[in-house]
């Protein structure tokens, strides 16, 4: 199973000001995607990090507000741009690789507070 | 109606119970079954995959799929006071290899020794 390494662990920001996590995997894998969960809510995706181009975003997430990059097989970013109070949340990486057959596996999450 | 619906508990329940936690979801199209156990401020952890209907059973763990009424079900025998925590259920396919999960809002559960 892939092992999945997220910073910062939690944080507490600024209204107005932007935050960067970063996501590593130990092992290549073929896709990476980006959750949010408000607390008392379940997981709502964010986008699909697209290795060498741009990310595709659901419904309701847009890059200028979660711009997300993704370089290589095993690192991606996804930055919180202009931040309120709305935007506290958990923010997960998740990753799949065809290796792991149908399992999609999860980081520990960054916990996000907005003041 | 919503993609996946879970009912959120809070299920509390004595050590040793036999646990039942239900979803349902509306799109015939998925065939993979994945239930996730989530511990206070952790990432979700996969506990049991199925594909198409039928059971599964891992340990103390069962998980049952039933396509004609788009019903999911996962049993947990013998519970724990290690097993509190909350547990998402999440569809996907038809093909799910690189599909994002769908996730309900998760039932949390808690068992007391």
């Known amino acids: 199973s892939a092992v999945i390494s997220q910073k910062p662990s939690r944080d507490i920001c600024q209204r107005g000001t932007s935050l960067t996590i970063q996501c590593q995997v130990d092992?290549?894998?073929?896709?990476m995607f980006w959750y949010r969960q408000q607390p008392g809510q379940s997981l709502t995706l964010i986008a699909t990090?697209?290795?060498?181009?741009?990310?595709?975003?659901e419904s309701g997430f847009v890059i200028d507000k979660f711009p997300i990059s993704r370089p290589n097989l095993t690192f991606s970013t996804l930055t919180v741009s202009n931040m309120s109070p709305e935007d506290s949340s958990i923010y997960l990486c998740?990753?799949?690789?065809?290796?792991?057959?149908?399992?999609?596996?999860f980081g520990e999450g960054s916990w996000l507070t907005v003041v | 109606q919503k993609e996946v619906e879970q009912d959120p508990g809070p299920l509390s329940v004595p050590e040793g119970a036999i646990v039942s936690l239900n979803c349902t979801y509306s799109n015939s199209a998925f065939q993979y079954f994945m239930w996730y156990r989530q511990y206070s401020r952790k990432g979700p952890e996969l506990l049991m995959y199925?594909?198409?209907?039928g059971n599964k059973e891992d340990g103390r763990f069962t998980a049952q799929v039933d396509k004609s009424s788009k019903y999911i079900s996962l049993f947990i025998r013998d519970s724990q006071p290690s097993d509190s925590a909350t547990y998402l259920c999440a569809p996907g396919g038809p093909n799910q290899a690189g599909t994002a999960l769908i996730f309900g809002k998760g039932t949390t559960l808690s068992v007391s020794s």
């Open positions: 990090a697209n290795q060498g181009s741009e990310a595709t975003y």
């Open positions: 092992s290549q894998v073929t896709m």
């Open positions: 998740s990753a799949w690789d065809r290796a792991s057959g149908n399992t999609i596996y």
């Open positions: 199925t594909y198409s209907s």
